[in-house]
């Protein structure tokens, strides 16, 4: 079985612009979670999506948003890109209440 | 809130040697405690996880953790380190009563191996 995926593996922005970064979770998974892991520290919690809504987010500001699908995939969306969103920017997808799946994540480059 | 907190963020040690890297934990209620390697350029992948079972647990790659709630720790140990394990290690809590909604992560420990 295919495992998470992510889209693109590599980007590079430069500050204001846009960004749309895009993942598939495990086939059956309906939850998605996205995290944010900065040059040198662990991964911190963005949001989590469950059956096409919001069921949690973290300490980020509005720039950043995400939706999911109705096939469970998600996008998350950071605008007005600042120097410091550069970072590996992970997805996961959970089926039961316990573990997430993490894919092998995008990592943005803002210049 | 949660926290998390690994002690050392390097750690290193010779081939064959005992591997321990050290979690301590922050939560209000009884939680569930992961392990996660990260490779070079690569996610994260699940090592072992506790969730109020056994509270020795054994995971991928010969590593096992054991869940202390009198010292809200939850160690990494594997008895004989191999040159593949030279990885980013990473504990994580979760909120069981809140459905495991989001993982809190430590600043993750550098594991290198000497051969």
């Known amino acids: 079985d295919a495992g998470v995926t992510q889209s693109p593996t590599h980007l590079i922005k430069t500050r204001g612009q846009q960004v749309t970064l895009r993942c598939s979770p495990i086939?059956?998974?309906?939850?998605v979670s996205w995290y944010q892991q900065v040059l040198g520290q662990g991964p911190q919690f963005i949001f989590q999506?469950?059956?096409?809504?919001?069921?949690g987010r973290g300490n980020f500001p509005d720039r950043f948003s995400a939706r999911q699908f109705p096939n469970y995939s998600s996008e998350l969306n950071v605008n007005a890109l600042l120097l410091g969103d550069s970072a590996l920017y992970l997805c996961a997808s959970r089926l039961g209440q316990e573990t997430q799946y993490f894919g092998p994540g995008t990592r943005l480059l803002v210049l | 809130a949660q926290s998390v907190t690994q002690l050392g963020s390097h750690v290193s040690v010779s081939e064959g040697a005992l591997v321990l890297l050290r979690c301590n934990y922050s939560s209000s209620v009884p939680p569930y405690l992961f392990w996660y390697v990260q490779y070079p350029n690569q996610g994260l992948q699940l090592l072992l996880k506790?969730?109020?079972?056994?509270?020795l647990v054994k995971g991928i790659n010969g590593f096992e953790a054991e869940f202390k709630k009198s010292e809200t720790s939850f160690h990494l140990t594997k008895p004989s380190a191999h040159m593949r394990d030279a990885a980013e290690y990473f504990c994580a809590v979760s909120d069981p009563v809140q459905g495991a909604q989001k993982l809190v992560f430590g600043q993750g420990t550098r594991l290198t191996i000497n051969p």
């Open positions: 506790y969730t109020s079972a056994a509270t």
């Open positions: 086939s059956g998974h309906k939850s």
């Open positions: 999506y469950y059956e096409k809504e919001e069921r």
